[in-house]
C-alpha cells in the first residue's frame, strides 16, 4: 500500500507519517515548494502521476485567534480549496480509502458538553474562527457525499486541542500550551519571580499527544468499512479524537511549570477574559471502538518540553 500524506511537515502529518513509516509502510510526501496544494491543476497532476492506494489530508493553514481573526479569507479559502482538490483528485484517480483530519472548532459555541458528534450543525459558530471551523466542516461533507455518491471509504476523526513534538512556540501565534511552555522555559531562564497568565485560570481544556492522535487516525483508518460504518450514522460520518479528560488552564500552567523547573509564582490576570468555560470531546463513540489514549498529560508535557528543548529553547524573539 502506498500512502500519500498531504500536510507531512505538520506536527499531525509529521506524527502519522512517522508511525506509518515505522511500520514498514511506502509514504509518499510533498513539500509545500513541490506541490501547491491549492492549485488545482498542480494537484490533478500530482495524483494522475502518483496514483496512491490511500490518502491521508493532514494539510490545513491553521493558527491562534490573532490569525484567524487577522486573515479569515485566507483560512477559508485555503483550507476549502486544499480538501476540495484533494479529496476530488482522489477519487477521480480511483482513491478508495481517504482519512480527513478536521478540528474539534467544528462544533456550535454553546453547545453540551462533553461535546458528542451530532451537535454538528445544531448552532452559532466561535465568531473567531468560524470561516476556519466551515472550511473543517465542509471537508467533513465532502468525504460524506463522495461516499454516498460514488461507494468510496472516506472518513473523518476531530482532533482536540493537540500538542507534541512539531509544535508551534511562537510568542504570538501558538496555541496555549506551546505558549505557556515558552513562557515558563523563558522566565526560569532568566530567573523571573512570576509568570502571569491571562484570565482565572478556571476555564477548562482537554488535551491530547500528537502521537496518540496518530496512533487513533490510523486505527480509524484501519479499521473494515463495515466496522466503520456501523459507528457512524447516516449524514453523521466524523468521529470524535480526544483523550476523554480535561484540566483547568492553572492546572496546566503548575504541570508546565513543573516540567521546566519554574519555581516562581503564578499569577492571574482577571480583566483578560477567559474565553469558553469548557471544552470537551465526548470520544464514547472510538472508545467503543476499541481506541482510547495512552499518554498521560504529565508525560506529555515532559515530552515535549525535551523536544522543545533539542529544536527550539534558542528562540527568543523570532
Known sequence: MRYYVAGHRGMVGGAITRQLEARGEEVITRTHA???????????????????????????????????????AEFIYQNLMMESNIIHQAHQVGVQKLLFLGSSCIYPRAVAQPMKEDALLTGILEPTNEPYAIAKIAGIKLCESYNRQYGTDYRSVMPTNLYGPGDNFHPQNSHVLPALMRRFHEAAADGLEEVVIWG?????????????????????????????????????????????????????AQLIAKATGFKGRIGFDTSKPDGTARKLMDVSRLANMGWTANISLEDGIKDTYQWFLDNHADLRTK
Not at 212 to 222: I, K, N, P, R
Not at 242 to 251: A, Y
Open 200 to 252: 482565572t485560570g478556571k476555564p477548562m481544556r482537554e488535551f491530547l499527544h500528537v502521537d496518540d492522535m496518530a496512533e487513533a487516525s490510523l486505527f480509524v483508518l484501519d479499521l473494515d468499512k463495515d466496522t466503520y460504518e456501523a459507528n457512524t450514522e447516516p449524514m453523521l460520518s466524523h468521529i470524535n479524537v480526544g483523550s476523554g479528560t480535561d484540566v483547568t488552564i492553572g492546572e496546566l
Open 34 to 72: 513541490d506541490l501547491d496544494l491549492t492549485d488545482q491543476a498542480a494537484v490533478r497532476s500530482f495524483f494522475e502521476a502518483e496514483k496512491p492506494d490511500v490518502v491521508v489530508l493532514a494539510a490545513a493553514k491553521v493558527g491562534g485567534i490573532l490569525a484567524n481573526n487577522t486573515y479569515p
